[in-house]
């Protein structure tokens, strides 16, 4: 079994994110970038899939700019055996849309016929939480989202999910799209020779449009702002004060 | 233009908070129809009827819709989508799970966290983690999105629309649910409460945490939690706060022993009054804090319980 692995190339989740003076987006050039926290464990999965005999083959995809070679490299390092970077844009400001990366992973997954897809839940740069379902959605697939335990049976997939009142398991027809959660795994660091090894890995390169995807978004972004800052606060000396100082703003 | 709104119900009862609050943002945008899917909704049905501003109440019943499973949901949801240019649902795990693979399935953009209604096609959402705000404008027919429900006040009861029966479609039958884990608890629900304690890593286990409890208990609040706490074990995932947990805006937050992470402060930054304890002055979470007390948490919780009427 195939397992495919999307990877999106982010601001690193340490950055603090400046919005652009005219307003037009967040800034982006310089910025230190990273792959999305939860495609990482994504990966991670995966790699644990092959090491545990259940797949085969671990490919890792990704859909934006030339630039997201780096992430494909680095999914690489970890343990993918190859990889495939689908260039959408050239303008490393432009975010493909969810449908749009959607609909590309579909082609990917027509060409590659993978028995699971293994995605991250969320980016944290459009913080969408999207791509999976939309891609379950193309494929006509199930879909297991927001999971923190995976067993493969068979022909299912038995997963834990992380929803709002607690956990929730179910089971899941294969081929099937999973998107995961914080705590599915902790994923590794890529080691100084695998990180070697994975430049000499097979990267193949496509175009949305040799695809047949037409990325343009649905929504057009009018205007990008600073949230409202909160107002500096005051430190009190002791709990004493500060249950005098809540009791005068009425809050207890 | 009419609007079908999802509600939120669970185990066959309206989730009222949730399912209020996005109707307000529904109803910026036209007429609302409400849609309760469950394998019993029937009551659900009844109390969202009285909501103020309904116009009418769809009821899908059937065993497959009992546990928010995404594939016969979102079928039901296209079957119904023709009469509609919006479909909207509080932004839940249920929601979140469903509704991109309704847009998906409809061809058009999900915009999801959707934090205020400027008009039919354009929304304002946040992105990184709150850190920035987006104003979108859809130009797809039919808009398909999730609401913050804690940037909405809650819709007043007062309407008496009528509620129809509808039928179930097929079951695709790509998913079982198998069981759900399930914490009950008295203590109010961590997005609809007035008040929230949260700890963090600083509370440093599980035991520890029941301090946080005992003042949650106190001021009749619900228990939250940072990543890093649930992440070592110390709170269940379900208490989680932030960029991918929960999102809250209580009356008051007490955030103990929280360093305050932007993937934090994502969750809870709209309260209305935000107190932060913990040992470490420089700590970030004194930066948003209205009332910050540098202390040890074991000493000033217990002592901070104990003071509070």
């Not at chain 1, 995966?46 to 995809?61: H, M, P, S, T």
């Not at chain 2, 286990?205 to 208990?217: N, T, Y």
């Not at chain 2, 991918?244 to 402060?265: C, M």
């Amino acid at each position: 079994m195939k397992v495919l692995v999307p990877v999106k190339r982010v601001i690193d989740y340490n950055v603090k994110v400046r919005v652009k003076a005219d307003g037009s987006g967040v800034d982006l050039a310089n910025v230190k970038m990273s792959m999305n926290p939860f495609d990482e464990i994504a990966v991670e999965q995966a790699i644990r899939l092959k090491e545990a005999g259940q797949a085969d083959e671990v490919i890792a995809v990704s859909v934006g700019v030339k630039q997201n070679q780096e992430t494909l490299r680095t999914a690489l390092a970890m343990g993918a055996d190859r990889a495939i970077l689908v260039i959408a844009t050239e303008d490393v400001h432009t975010d493909i849309e969810p449908l749009a990366v959607a609909k590309i992973l579909k082609a990917v997954i027509d060409e590659e016929k993978p028995g699971i897809v293994l995605a991250g839940k969320q980016a944290i740069d459009n913080d969408m939480n999207a791509t999976g379902q939309m891609l379950a959605a193309l494929t006509g697939w199930s879909q297991a989202t927001f999971v923190s335990e995976l067993t493969i049976e068979g022909d299912n997939a038995v997963v834990t999910r992380e929803v709002d009142g607690g956990l929730q398991t179910i089971k899941v027809t294969m081929p099937t799209i999973v998107t995961v959660d914080l705590r599915l795994n902790e994923p590794r660091y890529a080691s100084l020779p695998n990180i070697m090894k994975a430049k000499k890995k097979p990267l193949d390169e496509k175009s949305a449009a040799e695809l047949g995807v037409d990325v343009t978004p649905r929504l057009k972004i009018a205007s990008t702002s600073e949230p409202e800052a909160r107002l500096a606060g005051i430190k009190v000396g002791s709990v004493e004060e500060l249950v005098e100082k809540l009791k005068e703003v009425g809050a207890v | 233009m009419g609007v079908l709104l999802i509600a939120e119900v669970n185990s066959g009862t309206l989730s009222v908070d949730a399912t209020a609050k996005a109707l307000t943002a529904a109803k910026q945008i036209g007429d609302v129809t409400v849609l309760c899917v469950g394998s019993g909704c029937s009551d659900a049905a009844q109390a969202a009827a009285k909501l103020d501003g309904v116009s009418k109440v769809l009821c899908a019943q059937d065993d497959a819709y009992g546990h928010d499973l995404a594939e016969p949901v979102a079928d039901l949801i296209i079957s119904l989508s023709s009469d509609y240019t919006h479909i909207v649902a509080p932004s839940t795990s249920a929601s979140k799970n469903i509704l991109p693979r309704v847009a998906a399935l409809l061809d058009v953009m999900i915009i999801s966290e959707v934090t205020a209604v400027v008009d039919a096609d354009t929304f304002e959402r946040p992105i990184y983690a709150g850190n920035a705000i987006q104003t979108v404008k859809s130009s797809d027919l039919i808009k398909v999105a999730t609401i913050r429900t804690s940037t909405f006040e809650a819709a007043n009861e007062g309407g008496m629309a009528n509620v129809e029966s509808i039928d179930a479609c097929a079951n695709p039958g790509l998913s079982e649910w198998i069981e759900d884990k399930v914490a009950a608890s008295d203590r109010p629900e961590l997005t609809s409460a007035g008040i929230v304690v949260s700890g963090g890593r600083g509370v440093g286990s599980e035991d520890d945490f029941k301090i946080i409890e005992g003042l949650a208990d106190k001021l009749g609040a619900a228990v939250g939690a940072s990543r890093a706490a649930v992440d070592s074990g110390y709170a269940p995932n379900d208490w989680q706060v932030g960029q991918t947990g929960k999102v809250v805006a209580p009356d008051l937050y007490v955030a103990v022993g929280i360093s305050g992470a932007i993937q934090h402060l994502a969750g809870m930054k709209d309260s209305k009054i935000i107190v932060a304890i913990n040992k470490d002055e420089e700590a970030p979470i004194f930066q948003v804090a209205d009332f910050g007390l540098v202390a040890d948490l074991f000493d000033a919780v217990p002592k901070l319980t104990e003071q509070i009427a």
